[in-house]
């Protein structure tokens, strides 16, 4: 479930309030527990021959007879961590405001805003949302958790033309190999340093990395780490 809020110059999709709070107070009582669950068999985990994080289990089995103390230490413990986990997953959710004359995506403290004019197509790409402009550019490309109905019929209510049938560029993708004489300019550089940003998960090269394939009129996408591209679509004049 998303929330989907109408107004009458507004659409704002986001997650809804209730997934929110269930997160932000969920996660924290789920690490509390799991402090205290670690804590209550922290003896028994020290004496296995390997154990993940053996320094920590060692250091909680030490101080478990300490009580109440270890106890209050381990729910706290364990509640910090659920608040830094809500607090990650805060951040990563993708928020779209649209207006008939401006989409507005926000991710933490990340904004970006495209004008209307420059929208030629929007449409889903498995669990992303994107924008495309007049040259087949990529404006945008987010990944979402939000349900692509709302997501459609916001942008519909708007005016902005949806692409049912998802990526009208979709066929010119080819799969980049290293070394294709196809790829313009640095773009082999670039798709090969961007490769290795994937296998680190390095979301910043990522995003980065793509941003300068789209100055070289390469658009690029990728599944599984394997990545695709594909050029833009030049209007002369």
Known sequence: MVDAVYRRHETVVSEPAWAVGLMW???????????????????????????????????????????????????AAGAVVGLVLAFIGAMETLVVRITDTQVTLRRGDTTQKINRAGVRTVFVDGKQLVLLGAEADEL???????????????????????????????DEFR??????????GSAAALLKARSKAL???????????????????????????????????????
Do not use: M
């Open 25 to 75: 107070l969920g996660l924290p009582l789920a690490g509390a527990g799991a402090g205290w669950l670690l804590q209550a068999l922290a003896g028994w985990l020290s004496e296995l021959p390997w154990v993940p994080f053996e320094g920590i289990v060692e250091w909680i089995a030490s101080v478990a007879g300490n009580e109440p103390a270890a106890t209050i230490v381990s729910l």
């Open 140 to 170: 945008a490309r987010e990944g979402f958790d939000l349900g692509a109905d709302r997501l459609r019929d916001g942008f519909l209510a708007h005016g902005y033309p949806w692409a049912a049938a998802g990526d009208p560029y979709r």
């Open 175 to 184: 799969r980049w190999v290293p070394d294709d004489p196809e790829l313009p």
């Open 199 to 237: 296998e680190k998960g390095d979301r910043t090269d990522i995003v980065e990395l793509r941003a300068e394939l789209a100055k070289l009129g390469v658009v690029v996408r990728e599944e599984a780490k394997r990545q695709y591209w594909r050029r833009t679509h030049p209007t002369s004049g």
